[in-house]
């Protein structure tokens, strides 16, 4: 049997279509055996928040708005042509009509796939959140270091 | 020994790819999964990746235009 691949993803961006760029490369490169690490900062946050809606969490009242407005993975903006919101559900009916995973479907293939979450504990600091506002299938919070650590000898990418 | 089946034809990437890894971690040494998919990408990798994870790939037959049979063992 081969040697086993390494996919590292830094999850940045909290948009829509770039959420599902990562969990498309994520759940395929799961699929065909490499490992996969999804790093998560800033708004890439939005995507494993526990609360898929709109919800005031956070320490101190500008984290929880922040909170608030960014949302969850099911407020996620599209990057051109949001529409006030509503091109992620037409993106969505799109997608369905041609037989093309979903985010949700891509999400939970990774989930299935064991792609490996972490949470960036810098980013989560700043936006007044914990471990538990993540979904339980965050494998760990951590630093650069760490994640250096964890996706040498792979390839990593920047979304 | 089992025989499992999957239809991937309607599917496309990366679904082809997870249907297939999730089909395939439920087979048991000796046990089958017939595969049916379409010509390109699945067909260009879905055998190759199955043989790298240490599968073998028994037989890919041509069932109808586009269509083809791939029977993959563990």
């Known amino acids: 049997m081969a040697e086993k691949n390494k996919l590292s993803i830094i999850c940045m961006s909290g948009d829509f279509d770039k959420a599902i760029a990562v969990f498309t490369l994520a759940s395929g490169a799961a699929a065909v055996n490499y490992e996969v690490n999804i790093f998560f900062t800033f708004w890439g946050l939005n995507t494993i928040k526990k609360k898929t809606g709109r919800s005031f969490n956070g320490k101190g009242i500008l984290a929880r708005v922040f909170n608030f407005l960014l949302g969850g993975r099911n407020n996620l903006p599209l990057s051109r042509l949001n529409f006030g919101g509503a091109s992620p559900g037409l993106m969505t009916s799109l997608m369905k009509s041609r037989n093309v995973a979903t985010l949700s479907e891509l999400f939970q293939a990774s989930i299935a796939l064991k792609v490996n979450f972490y949470v960036c504990e810098m980013a989560m600091h700043v936006l007044g959140l914990e471990k538990d506002d993540f979904i339980p299938e965050v494998k760990d919070v951590l630093g650069v270091a760490t994640f250096l650590e964890l996706s040498k000898g792979g390839q990593t990418l920047f979304i | ?74």
């Not at chain 2, 000796?30 to 010509?39: N, R």
């Not at chain 2, 109808?64 to 563990?74: A, F, G, P, T, Y």
């Open chain 2, 1 to 74: 020994m089992s025989a499992y089946n999957l239809d991937i034809t309607k599917d496309r990437c990366p679904m082809t790819f997870v249907k297939t890894k999730l089909k395939l971690e439920e087979l048991e040494e000796g046990d089958t999964l017939e595969i049916l998919l379409t010509t390109g990408e699945p067909l260009n990798n879905v055998p190759r990746t199955a043989t790298e994870q240490g599968f073998t790939v028994v037989e890919t037959t041509l069932v109808r235009e586009n269509i083809h049979k791939v029977v993959i063992r563990k």
